[in-house]
């Protein structure tokens, strides 16, 4: 028999057919929607007089739009009220799961869906946003759709796709003190630009991914899409299955042992071909910082803003247009830089793990005055976590408090946006011209780089206080 | 979506000589609230054409009125990103039909094809000379045939072929879309589901 990559049996599973000289149509087990990306595909729904095809195989929530302080009262801002009521009622009219504000499932819907075990490894799983990248730390082919394919997914079940290429990106190594998942990703990016993955699905391996948490593993597949690639995903192991069990969609019983022996069989065969193939090696990453407009645009936190010599024509001319935008020129170095905010949160890194590792950081240190905090949960499951573990108290302590769950500031759909001109260390994904507010300057980092700015106030190395 | 038949555009193009275009650039996210696929033209490129205070930035290629036409000529790795249609809706509604650069990003390439633009594809090399071209006269007109799949530059008759997925050309020249496909095959769909 062939030798197959893990996208290939997945995909294989999930492919009802092939359309001469086009693309396959590939049956979709779960789909998540949220308020941005759905309302014109319920309208098209309308338009054609269609019902949703499989109801109980959709999940929606809001979390690009809403809030992160009061979300007892009714959304202030009536645009985005609208779009939150809008899904509310087609959930309602198409029999489809509704986490609202407030309730114990709501959250980013890319936190959710591995929380309620919604999320599970072999699982064709689509949402109309690109960092739906993220589910495929659990082995599953997960991937960002826009609202056209939203729209058949409700109609059918199924999207037109052309099968992507296979990429394997093996990062070796044991990471060292100070250095997490966000930093690989950064680094992996820095590596091979933003649009080194394009065309392609990533497989991550080697010992410095096995050694992830899930968290870890969610944060590195969720920015796989910064890469250009579709989505990112990593086989399932003990890791994996211990983080499912006793969820609550997760199977239960003799349906769980079934489930545990498929899954343990999904994993590229030892000889499967991939059409690109990268190795990293994890002792070389140190924590990331970018400096740019796209999280291509990363440097280690030690080192200085890559200089100009080599690039000429429009690849020089981008390049100058995004330091620019930043206030920053070639060759400065990154340490000790202003930074007016910290934002930690996001489907990057919005999960408990990131709150434990921001917390035990500033435990007993104070914030910086001059830095505005923004700390915002992923889901309510992570607040109440939060709360329950009494990191919110070490929080207080600090100066810093927690904001209500969301996507918040890092797209700036809501009221959370950083103000021109301003430096925002952000946890998030983008630091695209204008992504956390109109003229923000956006630097990414992991949640222990944010904490030692945050405490610093300045761009600060985290490993020189740990 | 419903949108016009494409089968052969001629027409002078407007050149935006950026790399990495990304969505939240084309359409950024404080303009996706709407709920209705309508007006999102007027928000294309909405931080790169305006100022703050909402006057236009003149020296924006789409502001400047020596450019004109249905064709965006952009740098490589264009529409990276969020996976935002509204992306796609806002360059159609806006009056483009043709996209051309070295490179799109994937997502942005399916939503821009079901929505009736078309993403021409064409070397790093020959992406440079439209520009020249288009630096020189931006008057100049070029040409895409979708039948041919061709695009040429009618001033000197250069000419490089695109690629594109039959299904989805099919589609585009006769205004179908994957819905209207994949609602035909239901019962097939409900087939497989059985043996899942």
Redesign the interface.
């Known amino acids: 028999m062939e030798a197959k990559t893990l996208f290939d049996k997945i995909w294989d599973a999930h492919e ?2 092939k ?5 396959s ?1 590939l ?1 979709i087990d779960r789909h998540l929607i949220h308020e ?2 759905s ?2 595909a319920f ?2 729904l309308k338009t ?1 007089g ?1 019902k949703v ?1 499989r109801p109980d195989q959709t999940t929606a929530t809001p979390d ?2 809403v809030p992160t302080t009061n979300q007892h009262l009714t959304i202030m ?1 009536e ?2 009220r ?2 939150v009521d ?1 899904l509310k009622r087609n959930c309602q009219e198409h029999d489809i799961v509704y986490h609202d504000l407030q309730t114990d499932g709501h959250g980013i819907v890319h936190i959710i869906g591995p929380e309620l075990g919604l999320t599970k490894p072999g699982m064709t799983i689509v949402c ?3 960092h739906t990248s993220t589910h495929g730390a659990f082995g599953a082919i997960a991937f ?6 939203v ?2 997914v409700l ?8 099968k ?1 290429k296979k990429m394997r990106i093996t990062v070796n190594g044991k990471l060292k003190k100070g250095v997490t998942a966000k930093d690989i990703a950064l680094y992996i990016i820095s590596q091979i630009s ?2 080194g993955g ?2 392609h699905f990533i497989e991550y391996a080697g010992s410095a991914i096995t050694s992830l948490s899930m968290e870890g593993r969610m944060t590195l597949c969720n920015l796989s ?1 910064e890469s ?1 690639a ?1 989505g990112g995903m990593i086989a399932p192991d003990e890791t994996t299955i211990n983080y499912v069990k006793g969820r609550q969609y997760a199977p239960i019983g003799k349906d769980w042992d079934e489930a545990v022996e498929q899954w343990n069989n999904l994993k590229s065969d030892p000889d499967a071909v991939f059409d690109t193939e990268y190795t990293f090696d994890a002792t070389q990453i140190e924590p990331m910082i970018t400096y740019g407009t ?1 999280p291509g645009m990363g440097v280690g936190i030690t080192q200085s803003i890559p200089k100009t010599e080599g690039m000429e ?3 020089k ?2 390049y100058l ?1 995004a330091l620019q935008y930043m206030g920053y020129s070639e060759g400065e170095k990154m340490l000790g830089k202003k930074v007016d905010y910290v934002f930690v949160g996001s489907c990057t890194n919005g999960r408990i793990e990131d709150f434990r590792a921001f917390t035990a950081f500033v435990k007993g240190r104070k914030k910086a005055q001059g830095v505005t905090a923004w700390l915002v949960p992923g889901s309510q499951k992570v607040e109440k976590q939060i709360r329950a573990e009494g990191l919110d108290k070490v929080l207080t302590e600090a100066g810093f408090e927690l904001r209500q769950p969301g996507c918040s500031a890092c ?3 809501n009221e959370d946006k950083i103000p ?1 001109g301003k430096y925002a260390v952000s946890t998030s994904n ?1 630091n ?4 956390q507010g ?2 923000a300057r956006t630097m990414l980092a992991s949640p222990l780089t944010a904490a030692a700015a945050a405490i610093t106030g300045v761009i600060t190395d985290p490993r020189e206080f740990l | 979506m419903a949108y016009d038949k494409f089968s052969k555009i001629t027409s002078p193009a407007i050149p935006l000589p950026v790399e990495n275009v990304d969505t939240d650039q084309i359409i950024p996210a404080r303009y996706l609230k709407a709920v209705e696929r309508k007006g999102f033209g007027d928000n294309l490129f909405r931080d790169w054409r305006y100022n703050r205070d909402g006057s236009p930035k003149t020296e924006f290629p789409l502001n400047n009125p020596m450019y004109s036409g249905k064709i965006l000529i952009g740098g490589k790795n264009f529409g990276s990103g969020s996976s935002r249609e509204h992306a796609a809706w806002a360059l159609y509604d806006y009056g483009f039909r043709v996209v051309v650069s070295s490179f799109f990003a994937d997502i942005f390439k399916n939503n821009a094809l079901n929505n009736g633009l078309l993403p021409v594809v064409v070397p790093g090399e020959f992406l440079q000379r439209i520009f020249k071209t288009i630096e020189k006269n931006p008057d100049a007109e070029f040409e895409v045939d979708l039948q041919k799949q061709k695009f040429t530059i009618l001033e000197s008759g250069e000419s490089v072929e695109f690629e594109i997925n039959p299904y989805k050309k099919h589609c585009l020249q006769n205004g179908l879309d994957d819905i209207d496909y994949l609602v035909a095959m239901k019962d097939k769909i409900a087939a497989f589901e059985k043996t899942k």
Not at chain 1, 19 to 23: M, N, T
């Open positions: 009802i057919e359309v001469k000289g086009g693309p149509v049956y941005v990306t309302p014109v309208l098209g054609r269609l095809f690009h739009n801002d645009l985005s609208h779009q809008m109309g946003d690109s960002g759709i826009g609202t056209s394919e729209e058949m109609a059918s079940q199924c999207i037109m796709q052309p992507p933003t649009s394009t065309g899409i250009g579709r796209n024509g429009s690849d001319n981008t247009k797209l700036a759909m021109e983008r695209f011209e204008g992504r109109p003229g």
